[in-house]
């Protein structure tokens, strides 16, 4: 997804290594299909039902945590939770204050949204969540870069006149798109940024990097990590060969 936090507050703090008895997964609950409260007020989502099948195949006792986007690498590091998913992009940047397993989503293209096609988003007001890759590539262009604290709220800015267009990762917006009745288009070029998403460890904790990393691969090798991805974004999605 999308997402780059980097905080100089956070390089300085560590936490033990090993794999704890829990395993306590972090993610947002904001960033539909990945990771989102259902009706019954619990994670949901296809990071939930990733997260799940990886501790059963690894025979980890696990449970779930949710956490702001803005304080979600800081809170991981200073052992708050173990494991952070929530459409986490992996970043050279990330990876100097985190580790992370190999990506179990390829890198997808982030899109552009707005209210009519003609937008030009190289000069105009563009939404991004703060935090995110996709605000940091916005910052990198000729764009005045508008950053909110959810991606919710980067929708209702261009829903309200505040931003023209909105950057995110393209499934994210799909579904809004899709459910618009032609309020909300696609504008603009398609941008692959990041190197997929993958799970967000402390750096300490090597032994539970591979331990998830073998089950990553071993859902890739039968299938079902394909499935999963299907399941949730459509049989259109980009999978793994």
């Known amino acids: 997804m999308k997402r780059l936090i980097l905080t100089a507050a956070v390089l300085g703090l560590t936490a033990g290594a090993g794999i704890s008895q829990t395993v306590r997964l972090g993610t947002e609950g904001a960033y539909p299909p990945y990771n989102f409260i259902n009706d019954s007020g619990e994670v949901d989502g296809f990071e939930r039902e990733l997260g799940d099948e990886i501790c059963a195949r690894a025979e980890l006792d696990c449970t779930w ?50 209210l009519t096609p003609d937008v030009d988003v190289e000069t105009g007001v563009v939404a991004a969540q703060t935090g995110t890759i996709q605000a940091g590539h916005v910052a990198e262009t000729g764009a005045t870069l508008l950053e909110y604290a959810t991606p919710d709220e980067t929708l209702a800015a261009v829903r309200n006149g505040e931003a023209d267009a909105v950057l995110a990762d393209k499934d994210f917006l799909a579904p ?47 299938g079902s990590l394909n499935d999963m991805i299907k399941k949730w974004f459509g049989e259109d999605a980009q999978t793994y060969e």
């Open 65 to 114: 945590v949710t956490n702001d986007w803005d304080s979600i690498i800081p809170n991981l590091v200073s052992g708050n939770y173990d494991t952070i998913m929530a459409g986490m992009s992996i970043t050279p940047e990330r990876e100097e204050v985190i580790a992370f397993t190999q990506n179990y989503i390829p890198p997808v293209p982030s899109a552009y949204v707005g």
């Open 176 to 222: 809004f798109v899709n459910e618009s009745g032609g309020e909300l288009v696609w504008v603009g070029e398609d941008v692959v940024l990041g190197n997929g998403i993958g799970v967000g460890l402390r750096q300490s904790d090597a032994e539970l990097r591979d331990k998830l990393d073998g089950v990553i691969s071993s859902m890739k090798e039968d």
